[in-house]
Structure formats: structure tokens, C-alpha cells
Antibody, heavy 118, light 111 residues
Framework: EVQLLESGGGLVQPGGSLRLSCTAS????????MNWVRQAPGKGLEWVSS????????YYADSVKGRFTISRDNPKNTLYLQMNNLRGEDTAIYYC???????????WGQGTLVTVSS | QSALTQPASVSGSPGQSITISCTGT?????????VSWYQQHPGRVPKLIIS???KRPSGVSNRFSGSKSGSTASLTISGLQAEDEADYYC???????????FGGGTKVTVL
């Protein structure tokens, strides 16, 4: 059974930084691309970033490009999202998701809440 | 990176069929057969219900079906049930530049 467990969320001031982690189990982590998807309070889903499994190629939404960095540690089965220069509009639940070979998000974690406020 | 366009809300009576549209461009929906759909109940995690335009993952009810014409994808829910009341999101691969794009979401209400 695929399990994804996010951690690292919390309250941070505007301009601050936070690093999210997502620990994966139940599948061969290195074989799959991984996504971060966020959902602001009362709003829809927004793709944030993706990272391929083997090559480690990375992709970002324009809204976070230059501020967020996605990475992975394959031996530790862990996905990361380093978030710098945080803004109020980054307030959201951040989900990590396992990406299928057809670019869907086939399994999701429970999410971790990030609140950016002074 | 513009979001895919979905109607804000769709409603129907129990037993009826409803269809949710998802309009993109030739760079995403129209360019690839890589559209997926997600169901999200309030306070819950999104769940994949359609993959690659038409494919249902194991365990998803056959009352859910997907299709695509040009740059518009559609999700049809037949035999509408109370448990189908939820938010639905479409998503498409957008090539190496956009990569992934979601729709704005559609709230389905069962009357």
C-alpha cells in the first residue's frame, strides 16, 4: 500500500523560509516522479512543482519559480520542498503526490498546512 | 500557466447524468491524451477517478466516465448519487514548460 506522509508545515512570517518533507513507502520511490500540489483555504488545487525519479529533472509553477526548490533523497524515500521568501498567498495545505507514468497524481498524502502571516 | 477552465458549479437530481467540462488549449488538453480527474469531498484528500482521459483506476465506480474532443475534456457522472456531491478537478500534462496544470474546480450538488 502506497503511503505518503508530509511534515514540516507551520506558521512563518512573510519573507521567511520553511522546508517540507514527504516520506514515501509501499513503492519503489526512485522509479516515480513526485509532485507538490497546494490548496489555499477555500480554493482549488494548484500544481506547485514536480521532480522526476531517476534523472531528478525539476519543474515549477511560475508562481513559485525562483523561491521554491524541490528535491529528493532516493535512498531515504523522501521528497522535499524548500520554500524561501514566503508570501501570504503561499498559505495553503501542501500535498505530496506520487505521479503515475501518465502524469496523473495517483496517490496523495494527507497534506501539511503552511500559514504565512505576521 | 493559465488554469484549465471548468464551470464553477453543476447540479443534478439523483439518478440523472451530469457532465463537467474542462477547456484548455492545444498546448495541454488538446495536445496530449493525458487528462486526469480528481474528486475531493470537503475536508478530504483528492482522489484520482479518471486517468489518461478515459481510464478508471481500480475501485472507481463505472458511473464515472471521461472523454475529450479537441481542447475540451469532459467528466460524466451517470446515475447521480448523494455521495457524488463533491468538488471535481481536471488536470492535464502541459509539455516540458507548463508540465502540469489543474482546472479551477467544479462543485457538484445533488439536489
Amino acid at each position: 500500500e502506497v503511503q505518503l506522509l508530509e511534515s514540516g508545515g507551520g506558521l512563518v512570517q512573510p519573507g521567511g523560509s520553511l522546508r517540507l518533507s514527504c516520506t514515501a513507502s509501499g513503492f519503489t520511490f526512485i522509479n516515480y516522479a513526485m509532485n507538490w500540489v497546494r490548496q489555499a483555504p477555500g480554493k482549488g488545487l494548484e500544481w506547485v512543482s514536480s521532480i522526476r525519479g531517476g534523472s531528478g529533472s525539476t519543474y515549477y509553477a511560475d508562481s513559485v519559480k525562483g523561491r521554491f526548490t524541490i528535491s529528493r533523497d532516493n535512498p531515504k524515500n523522501t521528497l522535499y520542498l524548500q520554500m524561501n521568501n514566503l508570501r501570504g498567498e503561499d498559505t495553503a495545505i501542501y500535498y505530496c503526490a506520487k505521479m503515475g507514468y501518465n502524469y496523473d497524481s495517483e496517490s496523495w498524502g494527507q497534506g501539511t498546512l503552511v500559514t504565512v502571516s505576521s | 500557466q493559465s488554469a484549465l477552465t471548468q464551470p464553477a458549479s453543476v447540479s443534478g437530481s439523483p439518478g440523472q447524468s451530469i457532465t463537467i467540462s474542462c477547456t484548455g488549449t492545444t498546448s495541454d488538453v488538446g495536445g496530449y491524451n493525458l487528462v486526469s480527474w480528481y474528486q475531493q469531498h470537503p475536508g478530504r484528500v483528492p482522489k484520482l477517478i479518471i486517468s489518461e482521459v478515459t481510464k478508471r483506476p481500480s475501485g472507481v465506480s463505472n458511473r464515472f466516465s471521461g472523454s475529450k474532443s479537441g481542447s475540451t475534456a469532459s467528466l460524466t457522472i451517470s446515475g447521480l448519487q448523494a455521495e457524488d456531491e463533491a468538488d471535481y478537478y481536471c488536470c492535464s500534462y502541459g509539455g516540458s514548460s507548463t508540465f502540469v496544470v489543474f482546472g479551477g474546480g467544479t462543485k457538484v450538488t445533488v439536489l
